[in-house]
């Protein structure tokens, strides 16, 4: 088992700026890709970044030049400088760890609100 939490969400106005925390614990294997999704309120989750365990960083279009992610494997952290907030971008934010070699995302942290206002 992994678990993940999740920190660093609020409200911030448009134009601001957040960064996203998440702490993984448990079972952890070495070789995985961590990230991140959001679901906004009447819409399915939509993927926004991942990051491999060699530090590659993957992007959804809508976040690229805004959002950058970043990972401490020591500390097995995964953290999300977003940059240059819209109102589109007020979601949950939902942690996510999978195992180099699978596809499916195995373990979801319990998310975090992120709200920007216009």
């Known amino acids: 088992q992994v678990q993940l939490v999740e920190s660093g969400g609020g409200l911030v106005q448009a134009g601001g700026s957040l960064r996203l925390s998440c702490a993984a614990s448990g079972s952890i294997f070495s070789f995985n890709t961590m990230g991140w999704f959001r679901q906004a309120p009447g819409k399915e989750r939509e993927f926004v970044a991942v990051i491999s365990w060699s530090g590659v960083g993957t992007y959804a279009d809508s976040v690229k030049g805004r959002f950058t992610i970043s990972r401490d494997n020591a500390k097995n952290t995964v953290d999300l400088q977003m940059n240059s907030l819209k109102p589109e971008d007020t979601a949950v934010y939902y942690c996510?760890?999978?195992?180099?070699?699978?596809?499916?995302?195995?373990?979801w942290g319990q998310g975090t609100q992120v709200t920007v206002s216009s």
């Open positions: 996510t760890y999978r195992r180099v070699g699978l596809v499916e995302y195995e373990y």
